[in-house]
């Protein structure tokens, strides 16, 4: 673990093993924290909070860029260790790897440009302040699926803001997170800023700590209501960013190369482990079939193996409980009536029987009520339904308990318009691949949570208003 620049044991001495999800192989042993360090690492970012905080916001962007340098240049260090623990490929780490710097760079120019406000009060003695203070001590919870990407979602506004870190990674993704703080500590942030606790048992207490005043999670929705209930306890500031069954819609004046590229993209990207990923897809009559054929085209392409290897082009499944969970999601589809258009099995062949490997699958015909379309389907695989207009695909988008993405692809300006005005979430694509942008605020609605990360409104976020009266003029 990371506490106060240095790493360290957990204080129970206990460790465990983390897991090549491609080969089963152990890639290393690690700290099995508790309650113990969770409060050591929080008293260290409470010791480091006073002074952080009043550094001089343009020397904290200067530090925060040397930081975010120093780890540009430890990419290609940091993205076997994520490929390693996680599955995904070593493009895939990369773009990861590069995104955590960028994040890091591109919050650290907000750390200079917090504005308040001047206020006229009623009487000609005084006016008023709205001053801008960060929190104090945060605390971040991280998946597995994006463990860099989801952590400098949190780290990046909170430490440009004044604020310190408690950050937990997901117990079985914790090696590239510590090779990024350590990468931060090495480039000159100071001690204390970050620290990095890991383990299961970390969690709870992170979200219970006094010491913490804000929590930031990405996670599953039934986890983001267990966290919000004790988090309560508390009355900490809060922000959840939880699961998602986004909506693609697509209609028969859209570009289907184009729509074709992002949908497979959106899919099938990190072995469709992704909160923010197309996990519906409705499809006008007309453009169906074409769309179908360059959508099997694309499937068929995309190797699964090894993530280390050069060749592969979807890495496995984190977990075996993830591989069964998809399966269990298809198989209850095609029980249902759902037609197989590609995959729905396990790639076969000695590279692949000690991973959680899953061949990419897209199925049609899939009834109201199966289980890909009313859960998230955390995994490489497709519903797709025909549609006769807009009116329908909108109905049928909005008919989710989840809120995070969705997309619509149209050469009509009106249709968009529609999209973009009555689809109901957090984000929407027109024409366009679904990537975050870092200038715009990302967050979801409905059971997806509420807050945002990226953009200025996740920067915000980590300060608090303060009123200040100035009189005796």
Excluded at 117 to 132: D, F, H, P
Excluded at 156 to 185: D, M, Q, R, Y
Excluded at 293 to 308: D, I, T
Aim: hydrophobic share 40%.
């Amino acid at each position: 673990m990371i506490i106060e620049g240095k790493r360290t044991k957990a204080a129970s001495g206990k460790t465990y093993k983390v897991h090549n999800p491609a080969t089963g192989e152990v890639v290393d042993l690690v700290p099995a924290g508790d309650s113990t360090d969770v409060d050591r690492a929080a008293q260290a970012a409470a010791k480091a909070f006073p002074t952080w905080s009043k550094v001089a916001p343009n020397k904290r962007a200067e530090i925060l860029h040397s930081a975010a340098h120093h780890l540009l240049g430890k990419v290609e260090e940091i993205a076997p260790i994520l490929t390693k623990e996680q599955g995904k490929t070593l493009l895939e780490s990369r773009i990861e790897a590069q995104r955590f710097g960028e994040n890091i760079a591109w919050f650290a120019d907000l750390a200079g440009k917090v504005h308040g406000e001047y206020i006229a009060l009623s009487g000609t003695t005084t006016y008023g302040l709205v001053l801008r203070r960060p929190i104090g001590v945060c605390g971040a919870i991280v998946p597995w699926n994006f463990p860099l990407t989801l952590a400098a979602n949190k780290v990046a506004p909170a430490i440009a803001a004044g604020n310190t870190v408690v950050l937990k990674p997901a117990s079985t993704t914790p090696l590239s997170t510590l090779a990024c703080i350590e990468a931060l500590i090495e480039g000159g942030l100071p001690e204390g800023v970050v620290n990095v606790v890991l383990g299961s048992a970390t969690g709870d207490p992170i979200v219970a700590h006094p010491l913490i005043r804000k929590i930031a999670l990405t996670g599953s929705t039934p986890t983001g209501k267990k966290v919000m209930a004790r988090a309560a306890e508390g009355l900490k500031r809060i922000t959840l960013e939880l699961g998602g069954s986004d909506p693609c819609i697509v209609l028969d004046d859209a570009d289907l190369e184009a729509a074709a590229r992002a949908i497979s993209v959106g899919r099938f990207f990190n072995c469709g482990q992704a909160c923010l990923a197309v996990k519906r897809l409705y499809v006008r009559e007309g453009v169906y079939d074409a769309l179908i054929e360059k959508l099997v085209m694309r499937a068929s392409k995309l190797k699964p193996g090894n993530g280390l290897q050069k060749d592969s082009r979807m890495g496995p499944l984190h977990t075996e409980t993830q591989r069964a969970e998809v399966e269990a999601q298809v198989k209850d589809a095609i029980d249902r009536g759902a037609k197989v258009l590609f995959g729905a099995g396990r790639p076969k062949g000695a590279d692949y029987d000690k991973g959680w490997f899953i061949e990419p699958t897209i199925l049609e015909n899939v009834p109201d009520g199966a289980r890909m379309w009313t859960e998230e389907v955390f995994g490489p695989a497709l519903p797709v339904r025909k549609i006769k207009d807009l009116d329908e695909g909108i109905r049928l988008a909005n008919a989710s308990q989840f809120g995070l993405g969705s997309s619509i692809w149209t050469a009509s300006i009106s249709a968009a318009h529609r999209g973009v005005t009555e689809l109901e979430a957090g984000y929407t694509w027109v024409n366009a691949l679904q990537i975050a942008h870092d200038e715009l605020p990302f967050g979801g609605t409905k059971q997806s949570g509420f807050g945002k990360e990226h953009g200025v409104e996740a920067f915000l976020q980590y300060t608090e208003d303060k009123s200040v009266v100035v009189g005796g003029l």
